[in-house]
């Protein structure tokens, strides 16, 4: 089946460091990826829509200068997270949907990144 | 704009019965798709099952089982025998059909599964 890979799953930095998150379509080509934000107990926020070739699409709130997103190429898109500050703490999970997929095929999720900032 | 509910924040159910999640939904477009995902607490989205809103039957995945009413605009999922490890949060999600797949997402609910 297809196969989403996040890196790193766990990571602690410090306040005022930036942290990059790679998210891996393994086995299927992906034009558009999502960037979703949980925090505990709670559901999925959508921070943003990466679109391979171009930039991404933000949500609502979100920064973009804080949350910067590249999707270079159709496997791999990144999340970094600029001057990381503790309030940033949270479950940063990735999902892409196989470009060649039918139209009921869903999304395929990394298994999430949990970021501590000191 | 679209809107998903699932209204029980948490459930229980007894190891080897039955248990229904809700989910309802608000949507004006007519062509659709429903998706359910379950999370362990190790974090990872495993998809469950999917509903589209052309489909006849309702959708149906080894123990899982869709409880797809359009009318109504409800899409209820059926997890028969339970087992242990399907204690997890489940949510729900909306999406257009055939879009990039932008979901809505529902707040989830929590099932714990007793032995």
């Known amino acids: 089946g297809a196969v989403v890979s996040q890196h790193p799953s766990r990571v602690i930095c410090k306040s005022g460091t930036s942290v990059k998150i790679e998210c891996r379509s393994l086995d299927f080509q992906a034009t558009t990826m999502f960037w979703y934000r949980q925090f505990p107990k709670k559901s999925l926020m959508l921070m943003a829509t990466s679109n391979e070739g171009s930039k991404a699409t933000y949500e609502q709130g979100v920064e973009k200068d804080k949350f910067l997103i590249n999707h270079a190429s159709l496997t791999l898109s990144t999340l970094t997270v600029t001057s990381a500050h503790p309030e940033d703490s949270s479950f940063y999970i990735c999902s892409a949907r196989d470009l060649l997929g039918a139209s009921n095929s869903p999304l395929h999720f990394g298994n999430g990144t949990r970021l501590t900032v000191t | 704009a679209q809107k998903i509910t699932q209204t029980q924040p948490g459930m229980f159910v007894q190891e080897k019965e039955a248990v229904t999640l809700d989910c309802t939904y608000d949507?004006?477009?007519?062509?659709?798709?429903l998706f359910w995902y379950k999370q362990p607490s190790s974090g990872e989205m495993i998809f469950l099952i999917y509903q589209g809103s052309y489909d006849q039957q309702n959708a149906t995945e080894g123990r899982y089982s869709l409880n797809f009413q359009k009318a109504r605009k409800s899409a209820n999922l059926v997890i028969s025998a339970s087992q242990l490890g399907d204690s997890a949060m489940y949510f729900c999600a909306w999406g257009y059909a055939g879009n990039n797949r932008k979901l809505i997402w529902g707040l989830g609910t929590s099932l714990a599964v007793n032995p």
């Open positions: 949507t004006s477009d007519p062509s659709y798709g």
